[in-house]
C-alpha cells in the first residue's frame, strides 16, 4: 500500500514531514498510511476556516438543523 492519506486545507490536499501506519496486528500488514497533522498543519486549517464565508449566514438555522440531528439517527 504505497497511497497517503492527507488532510484537506483550504480546498487542497495537504501532507506533512511525518507519516503514520496502521498495522493490522493479527498479521502485520500496513492496512493504511496518513500524513501526521502537527502545529503548521493545525494553523492551516485554522487560518483556512477562520477566512471561510459562512455556508448558512442565518444562525436560527444552523441551530434548528443542528438539533435535529440527534432525530435523523433514530
Known amino acids: ?5 492527507k488532510h484537506w486545507i483550504d480546498g487542497e490536499w495537504v501532507g506533512s514531514g511525518t507519516v503514520s501506519e496502521s498495522i493490522n496486528p493479527a498479521t502485520g500488514a500496513v492496512l493504511g498510511r496518513w500524513a501526521d497533522g502537527g502545529e503548521a498543519e493545525a494553523r492551516a486549517a485554522t487560518s483556512a476556516a477562520c477566512a471561510a464565508p459562512l455556508a448558512i449566514a442565518d444562525f436560527q438555522e444552523a441551530k434548528t438543523v443542528v438539533h435535529s440531528i440527534p432525530a435523523l439517527q433514530d
Open 1 to 5: 500500500m504505497s497511497e497517503i492519506a
